[in-house]
């Protein structure tokens, strides 16, 4: 089954950038998007179509996939940016989420 | 407002049946995927599969394919999720999800609902 991977933890000083990774085979080849779920919280579509923003999002986030890895970049790190985010695709109609990353603002 | 509005937390024991609700409302609701995701206490999104509420054709991720059975009515515009027995490791917070662009390969989930716990005691 097509696997998503992620690193477990991110680290990221105020109003520096945080960049998160997502691995998986030709992973370049489909659309990334990724989602913020924050404690207590649903979570919430942040980058779709691997560089798009929904209405409502900050413009310091952004997205890129190329290859076998998708990006999520947080410009400009915010107290408020700090939760798990995870990627996700589709592979032959199957829904694939990434492992997840927690985003620690320091 | 689009929204999708789950029913409230259950509380079972192991061997018995469940079915939780999503209520979709503010669009139109023939026109939209609804899938299911599952997230196990402290743990990641996990796929379980969606459904498509204008002829209820479902497709299952394998992990989760005869172990939960996916449904809709159009005519309440409300998709379900149901077990015929609980597990202990069925516990967990379910979340529905609406596809902005169903079945294409950009699709993604825009609107969520606010989750139903479902905690199964063994």
Redesign the interface.
């Known amino acids: 089954s097509y696997e998503l991977t992620q690193p477990p933890s991110v680290s990221v000083s105020p109003g520096q950038t945080a960049s998160i990774t997502c691995s998986g085979e030709k992973l370049g080849d489909k659309y990334a998007c990724w989602y913020q779920q924050k404690p207590g919280q649903s979570p919430v579509v942040v980058i779709y179509e691997d560089t798009k923003r929904p209405s409502g999002i900050p413009e310091r986030f952004s997205g890129s996939n190329s290859g076998n890895t998708a990006t999520l970049t947080i410009s400009g790190t915010q107290a408020m940016d700090e939760a798990d985010y995870y990627c996700q695709a589709w592979d032959s109609g199957t829904g694939v989420f990434g492992s997840g990353t927690k985003v620690t603002v320091l | 407002e689009v929204q999708l509005v789950q029913s409230g937390a259950e509380v079972k024991k192991s061997g018995e049946s469940l079915r939780i609700s999503c209520k979709g409302s503010g669009y139109s609701f023939t026109g939209y995927w609804i ?1 299911w ?1 599952r997230q196990m206490p402290g743990k ?4 379980m599969g ?1 459904i498509d509420p204008s002829d209820s054709h479902t ?1 299952y ?2 992990s989760f394919q005869g172990h939960v059975t996916i449904s809709a009515d159009k005519s309440i515009t409300t998709a379900f999720l149901q077990w015929s027995s609980l597990k202990a490791s069925d516990t967990a917070m379910y ?1 529905c ?1 609406r596809h ?1 662009y169903s ?1 294409r ?6 609107i ?4 139903t716990m479902v905690p199964v005691s063994s």
Do not use: C, T
């Open positions: 899938s995701v990641g999104l996990e796929w969606r497709k991720s394998p979340y999800a902005s079945g390969p950009n699709d993604a989930f825009d969520w609902g606010q989750g």
